[in-house]
């Protein structure tokens, strides 16, 4: 026993050090991922795995990113669950959701949310659709969404809800999603100038300046919903934020919590490229 459990404290020292050359021969400063910078594709990949993790998108949903280089373009992965994105799944769309590439793989139906909203919104550079369960009865009960404690204060005074009945016509199928650019108008114009929109009996739109502001808006909306519902079953009389306390967002854009959440999804990738070298 004694032998073998020193066996195993070498071999640990000797992995220690080295990595702790690597470390030296690394230009990436201490304390950092070696994967600190990334290629807006890999944090699109990271944004993606992030959401299925924390339970905002399941097999349906998406996020996209506005291309630095021409802005009216953006990246969206092919059609496919969230948790299964890599690089080679992220395609490049133009605002009409036409992919660049004519061989391009199958697209997800409601690509048009992103194309539109990226037209209307200048300043939003990463757009989540999701159907988050936490979110789903404020779109259908009347009951607002409303900021309740200080992670959503960028909400505002409430989320508005998109009611597709209003502006589908009389297409008689796909009478829920929004399938072409017409409906996906109609829903940046609900979103307005707002961070998010519920989409009735659907789901819903969060939009933000960066991949890590719209994952950490995503998730702290989500949470916000649970939170409130808590709160309404306890009390007829809940204190939200009042329009002072609800005007302010999360001070770093959600960075932090982007560089924890990152983290483990990007080297759960690291080990499945060295599984696959090896
Ligand atoms: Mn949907």
Redesign the pocket.
């Known amino acids: 026993m004694k032998s073998s459990s020193l066996t195993r404290r070498d071999l640990l020292g000797s992995m220690l050090k080295a990595s702790a050359v690597v470390a030296i021969s690394s230009p990436v400063a201490a304390g950092q991922s070696p994967h600190a910078s990334s290629t807006p594709v890999e944090d699109l990949v990271a944004a993606n795995r992030i959401l299925a993790q924390q339970g905002i998108l399941d097999g ?3 996020v996209s990113v506005r291309d630095d280089a021409t802005a009216n373009r953006y990246l969206l992965s092919r059609s496919l669950a969230p948790a299964l994105v890599t690089a080679t799944d992220v395609q490049y769309y133009d605002l009409d959701s036409n992919p660049l590439d004519p061989a391009a793989q199958p697209s997800f ?2 690509r048009f ?1 992103h194309g539109e909203i990226y037209r209307a919104r200048p300043d939003v550079r990463a757009v989540v ?3 988050a369960p936490s979110l789903i009865p404020f779109g259908v009960t009347g009951i607002p969404l409303k900021p309740l404690y200080h992670m959503t204060a960028f909400v505002g005074e409430a989320v508005p809800v998109f009611e597709i009945r209003k502006v589908r016509g009389n297409d008689p199928k796909m009478l ?3 399938h072409n650019p017409a409906l996906g108008l109609a829903l940046a114009k609900s979103l307005g100038a707002k961070p998010a929109v519920l ?1 009735r009996g ?2 819903a739109v969060i939009v933000g300046s960066s991949l890590p502001h719209v994952v950490g808006r995503s998730v702290y909306l989500a949470l916000n919903a649970t939170l409130q519902a808590q709160a309404m079953a306890l009390s007829g009389n809940v204190n939200y934020l009042d329009p002072q306390e609800a005007r302010e967002d999360v001070p770093d854009n959600c960075q932090r919590a982007w560089e924890l959440w990152k983290r483990p999804v990007q080297e759960a990738g690291c080990r499945k490229q060295e599984a696959g070298r090896s």
């Open positions: 349906y949903g998406h139906i409601e949310i659709h999701s159907h829920m999603v929004v989409m659907h789901g």
